[in-house]
């Protein structure tokens, strides 16, 4: 039996393959937008919601990445400032001795009375009150003698 494309030269196969291509360009020229344009009206709600939830949860992330981060850099920030000012204490004692001598020894000398005898939670709001001066005082006077990170720290923090 010879049918009409076999007697115009065509085979069974080229005819098989030929339709497939022209069922995919009609699926995507044709069927794909027209059923696209039918849905669009319940499906552009649902994805933009869709959307909305993925910018969510991505900014989410970063917003956690950038705290985490943040963090690490402060950790980072302040072992290197205690490592720089170990380094600098430890050798400006050892080529100037006459530093030593200007720094505060006794309590007496502290703006806060009885500095030497207060917790750290004691010290705390009473740094609130000093002057720049009268924290560098503190400051020296903590490092040389019980070098509490809390005071250290507060007093940093009035810094800035």
Same mark, same amino acid.
């Given at each position: 039996?010879?049918?009409?494309?076999?007697?115009?030269?065509?085979?069974e196969?080229?005819?098989?393959?030929?339709d497939?291509? *022209?069922?995919?360009?009609?699926?995507?020229?044709?069927?794909?937008?027209?059923g696209?344009?039918l849905?669009?009206?319940?499906?552009?709600?649902?994805?933009a919601?869709?959307g909305?939830?993925?910018?969510?949860?991505?900014?989410?992330?970063?917003?956690?990445?950038a705290?985490?981060?943040?963090?690490?850099?402060?950790k980072?920030v302040?072992?290197?400032?205690?490592?720089?000012e170990?380094?600098f204490?430890?050798?400006?004692?050892e080529?100037?001795?006459? *530093?030593a001598?200007?720094?505060?020894?006794?309590d *007496?000398?502290l703006?806060?009375?009885?500095?030497?005898?207060?917790?750290?939670?004691?010290?705390?709001?009473?740094?609130?009150?000093?002057?720049d001066?009268?924290?560098?005082?503190?400051?020296a006077?903590?490092?040389?003698n019980?070098?509490?990170?809390?005071?250290?720290?507060r007093?940093?923090?009035?810094?800035?």
């Amino acid at each position: 039996m010879v049918s009409a494309h076999t007697a115009v030269g065509w085979s069974e196969s080229t005819m098989t393959d030929d339709d497939d291509v *022209t069922e995919k360009l009609l699926d995507a020229l044709v069927y794909a937008p027209l059923g696209l344009a039918l849905e669009a009206k319940d499906l552009l709600p649902k994805l933009a919601e869709r959307g909305r939830g993925q910018v969510a949860l991505t900014r989410l992330a970063g917003t956690v990445a950038a705290r985490r981060g943040q963090s690490e850099a402060v950790k980072l920030v302040d072992e290197l400032r205690t490592g720089v000012e170990a380094f600098f204490t430890a050798n400006s004692d050892e080529a100037t001795p006459d *530093t030593a001598e200007s720094e505060p020894r006794t309590d *007496t000398e502290l703006p806060i009375e009885g500095y030497a005898t207060l917790t750290a939670v004691e010290v705390i709001p009473l740094l609130s009150d000093l002057d720049d001066d009268q924290l560098d005082t503190i400051e020296a006077f903590e490092k040389a003698n019980r070098n509490r990170s809390t005071v250290l720290n507060r007093i940093r923090q009035r810094r800035s």
